[in-house]
């Protein structure tokens, strides 16, 4: 080898030690590692192929590679080739368990069954994704969700149902299970709402994110809005326009369940956040029941002074929240991030620590100074650094008898530092603490 190799060595201790531990080892080891094969890595190949049917009957996610297919000299990728692979999938792999996925790069349409004809050969698959090129393409990326809602047997054989003849409040529940609600699926809850940047909801404002749920392992990207992919387990939030646009009453309860049922996380500058409310429909905001600010510790020494722009804004955007919003009905929090090693460089801790209180007590101020803001369903604030602060900044805007803790928020010697804006379940929580 001219490198070095940087993967676990495959504990062959294990599997020759006696036939008990080798079954059980071997059950271990191939039901909770993802397997990537990459088309042009043959010893790969030709070892995949020599592996037992036990062993592939419990393999639980796989990922396949198949390259460029495109026709020059010859079918770099033959559709043979893919039939004899799926051969040892469907005959071989317990596809009920199995987490797919298959990427390729189609250079030239026409050829595009090479792939597709085989693959319908997969049904009942556990979960699927597909990427046919790396390059976006609105045509490509339908006929990869095709595969995908087909290899999982998710495809709708019944037409023009009555949705609208339902009862109102079933409607409600099903609207909350679609893609106008984004809910955070794991302990990764970075982006465990809607969050606005700037204004814009990712991924809109940024072109090249990646949920990095949309396969098991971060190999392949099947975000549909990066690539002509699909996948069943894509976590990207793209704003839901199709739903507002089906009739008027549909589009009325679909923005109800919208603003409803979503958490709203405005980051940025709060310019950006009051554009973004301010081109929603008026009637829509006093539905919304959660906020998070997060603002960024770069903004702490900036903010502390009366003539930033930052702070002139959140002064702007404070007053519109209490005219607009069902203050009864909202949980707020303001986040400023936690104090890694980058806030705390920045800062200067030990010399700056009334710098950041300064901060805090000038975001807190007009939320003070308006009383009504006193009616607050919970509010909860996340200081970057001065924790002890919280409880104060808390009770400076609902009340001296305000207790957070009691309200839900977990205190900052049980949260994991390594969460940007607190901890939205008591499951992520840390029980024994945690040392910052």
């Keep these: 080898m001219d490198h070095e190799c940087y993967c676990d060595a495959i504990p062959l201790q294990l599997l020759t030690c006696c036939r008990t531990v080798h079954h059980e080892v071997n059950e271990l080891l191939y039901a909770h590692n993802v397997f990537k094969l990459s088309w042009w890595n043959l010893p790969a190949r030709e070892t995949f192929q020599r592996l037992s049917a036990t062993a592939v009957a419990t393999i639980r996610s796989l990922q396949i590679d198949l390259g460029s297919i495109e026709r020059r000299?010859?079918?770099?990728?033959?559709?043979?080739?893919?039939?004899?692979?799926?051969?040892?999938?469907v005959t071989r792999c317990t596809t009920t368990k199995l987490n797919f996925t298959i990427a390729c790069d189609v250079l030239e349409r026409k050829y595009i069954g090479v792939v597709t004809r085989p693959f319908k050969r997969l049904t009942h698959l556990?979960?699927?994704?597909?990427?046919?090129?790396?390059?976006p393409d609105v045509s490509l990326g339908k006929l990869a969700k095709k595969m995908v809602l087909a290899a999982t047997n998710h495809v709708s054989r019944v037409s023009g149902f009555p949705f609208m003849k339902l009862p109102k409040e079933l409607r409600y529940q099903i609207l909350e299970h679609t893609d106008l609600v984004?809910?955070?699926?794991?302990?990764?809850?970075?982006?465990?709402?809607?969050?606005?940047?700037?204004?814009?909801?990712?991924?809109?404002?940024?072109?090249?994110?990646?949920?990095?749920?949309?396969?098991?392992?971060?190999?392949?990207?099947?975000?549909?809005h990066l690539t002509a992919s699909f996948s069943d387990s894509c976590a990207c939030f793209l704003f839901p326009h199709a739903f507002f646009r089906v009739s008027?009453?549909?589009?009325?309860?679909?923005?109800?369940?919208?603003?409803?049922?979503?958490?709203f996380i405005f980051t940025g500058t709060p310019?950006?956040?009051?554009?973004?409310?301010?081109?929603?429909?008026?009637?829509?905001?006093?539905?919304?029941?959660?906020?998070?600010?997060?603002?960024?510790?770069?903004n702490v020494l900036n903010w502390s002074r009366p003539d930033d722009g930052g702070l002139l804004a959140w002064r702007t955007l404070v007053p519109f929240l209490a005219a607009y919003l069902h203050l009864a009905n909202l949980a707020l929090?303001?986040?400023?991030?936690?104090?890694?090693?980058?806030?705390?460089?920045?800062?200067?801790?030990?010399?700056?620590?009334?710098?950041?209180?300064a901060f805090h007590r000038a975001v807190i101020a007009p939320l003070q100074a308006d009383t009504r803001f006193r009616q607050l369903r919970s509010f909860h604030a996340y200081w970057a650094l001065c924790h002890d602060d919280e409880a104060d900044a808390e009770r400076a805007?609902?009340?001296?008898?305000?207790?957070?803790?009691?309200e839900g928020k977990i205190p900052y010697d049980r949260r994991n530092p390594n969460f940007p804006h607190g901890v939205p379940h008591s499951s992520l929580a840390w029980e024994n603490g945690t040392a910052v």
């Design 271 to 298: 310019d950006g956040t009051l554009a973004f409310l301010q081109r929603q429909p008026s009637a829509m905001l006093p539905l919304i029941r959660q906020i998070d600010f997060q603002i960024s510790p770069s």
């Design 73 to 89: 000299d010859r079918m770099m990728v033959t559709e043979e080739d893919i039939n004899k692979l799926f051969d040892i999938i």
């Design 248 to 263: 008027r009453q549909f589009a009325t309860e679909a923005r109800e369940v919208f603003f409803s049922q979503n958490r």
């Design 333 to 357: 929090a303001i986040d400023t991030g936690h104090a890694d090693d980058t806030s705390r460089r920045l800062l200067d801790l030990d010399a700056r620590s009334e710098g950041a209180r």
């Design 397 to 406: 805007v609902k009340g001296p008898a305000y207790d957070s803790v009691r």
């Design 126 to 135: 556990r979960s699927c994704a597909v990427c046919l090129t790396i390059l």
């Design 182 to 224: 984004m809910r955070w699926r794991d302990r990764r809850w970075l982006d465990d709402g809607l969050v606005i940047q700037d204004g814009l909801s990712l991924p809109d404002n940024k072109p090249n994110y990646c949920c990095r749920r949309c396969t098991s392992s971060h190999a392949f990207c099947c975000c549909p």
